[in-house]
T-cell receptor
């Protein structure tokens, strides 16, 4: 099974860069996924990594190291609208469900 | 393309009652997953269905059950409600090309009094 760990809360300044870490322990591995959830709304898919390395998507990038059981989400040029919870999720190989961490609540301040 | 639709949006029940929640997936998506979200526990996996078959089940008591119909619509039922069942219940559908790319509905906020 999975054991996913993320910081509970983070605060960053508008225009800055923030890195949200996620560590996981799983018996196998089938990908690491990031979701964004604004307060009062449903989560939305952001990105995923299957292989080691950095995946860039505009202001957002996600990194994965499978050997270390570690991933991070990098948000650049922070905007107030980036204030949200960021959820890390993993799925073991085979017919298993996607399991989420408890999420990191990011507050962007002026 | 219409998104995932969940009904009802809000529900208030009393202990001991039962409740049925409904989910209509995105057209063409045959996989539907259900999650319970609470402030303390985050997103907890309940069920996953594919083509009317339960593909996975989370660690919830037997009071929680679900099903999927031939048109991929899904329902979730909770019997003998307890106060601790108060939560946001989220349904998500996903394409088979990437099962982990979940498209969530707005959820059903269940309050048990």
């Amino acid at each position: 099974g999975q054991n996913i760990d993320q910081p509970t809360e983070m605060t960053a300044t508008e225009g800055a860069i923030v890195q949200i870490n996620c560590t996981y322990q799983t018996s196998g591995f089938n990908g690491l996924f990031w979701y964004q959830q604004h307060a009062g709304e449903a989560p939305t898919f952001l990105s995923y990594n299957v292989l080691d390395g950095l995946e860039e998507k505009g202001r957002f990038s996600s990194f994965l190291s499978r050997s270390k059981g570690y991933s991070y989400l990098l948000l650049k040029e922070l905007q107030m609208k980036d204030s949200a919870s960021y959820l890390c999720a993993v799925r073991d190989p085979g017919n298993t469900p996607l399991v989420f961490g408890k999420g990191t609540r990011l507050s962007v301040i002026a | 393309k219409a998104g995932v639709t969940q009904t009802p949006r809000y529900l208030i029940k009393t202990r001991g009652q039962q409740v049925t929640l409904s989910c209509s997936p995105i057209s063409g998506h045959r996989s539907v997953s259900w999650y319970q979200q609470t402030p303390g526990q985050g997103l907890q996996f309940l069920f996953e269905y594919f083509s009317e078959t339960q593909r996975n089940k989370g660690n919830f008591p037997g009071r929680f059950s679900g099903r999927q119909f031939s048109n991929s619509r899904s329902e979730m039922n909770v019997s003998t409600l307890e106060l601790g069942d108060s939560a946001l219940y989220l349904c998500a559908s996903s394409p088979e090309s990437l099962r982990e790319k979940l498209f969530f509905g707005s959820g059903t906020q269940l309050s048990v009094l």
